[in-house]
């Protein structure tokens, strides 16, 4: 038909706009810009929209799913579902909570990847200074966690007893050797019960013995390469 029919179709761009009766050429263009203005009502989705408020992606997930227009399940949300009748917000929500351990141990393990090829020394240092200067009462508490545990676990040892161990490790650091071993580092750590007799302390470096933290030597060089 002609430009007032209502078979015909114009394309401008990549959008396909059926020409309404009474519609000139001149408006068109400005129809199809508008058009490829609008987006996604999905959160967090820039992508252009298709059809009933949803991208191309989305209109066809939701088509799949036979939910069309769905509210998210979550009282006060106006987000449409995506899955499990939730917003597509809500439903991350909820897979991360169900798998809290996986994506805790995947984040731990990004992250020290991350800071192993971007961050030199100095910037972790200054780093872990500024995160226990902005929670110095968790710190705090932290101690005096440990020192308790330290008293119920038991054991001790005597300056001659120290100064004997780090003379067998020729004062350097058992785990690196390359630092002077300066503190006493519990083998089997005092959060997983280990006592502070001698026989479960080595002579450690500032850096290996604040890396270690309450891991068991295997774990620690495991999560050390």
């Not at 020729?170 to 005092?190: E, K, L, R």
Request: net charge positive.
């Amino acid at each position: 038909m002609g430009i007032n029919g209502h078979q015909e179709k114009k394309k401008y761009g990549c959008v396909q706009i059926a020409n309404p009766r009474g519609l000139t050429r001149e408006r068109l263009p400005e129809m199809a810009r508008n058009k490829t203005k609008r987006k996604c009502s999905v959160e967090n989705c820039d992508r252009p929209h298709n059809a009933r408020g949803l991208c191309n992606i989305h209109y066809r997930a939701a088509q799949k799913r036979g939910d069309f227009g769905t509210k998210c399940a979550v009282n006060g949300c106006d987000g449409f579902c995506v899955g499990k009748g939730l917003c597509e917000k809500h439903y991350k929500q909820e897979r991360v909570a169900g798998n809290r351990e996986k994506v805790n141990a995947y984040m731990r393990e990004y992250l020290s990847g991350w800071r192993k090829e971007n961050e030199t020394k100095e910037q972790r240092s200054a780093r872990s200074e500024r995160h226990r200067r902005a929670n110095l009462a968790k710190f705090a508490d932290k101690e005096r966690a440990r020192r308790a545990r330290k008293r119920s676990n038991g054991g001790s040892f005597t300056i001659q007893e120290w100064e004997e161990l780090k003379e067998k490790y020729n004062g350097m650091c058992a785990y690196c050797g390359n630092n002077p071993g300066t503190t006493a580092d519990h083998v089997i750590p005092v959060a997983k019960g280990g006592s502070s007799f001698i026989e479960n302390i080595l002579p450690a470096c500032i850096s290996c013995n604040s890396s270690k933290q309450d891991k068991l030597i295997d774990e620690w060089r495991k999560c050390n390469g």
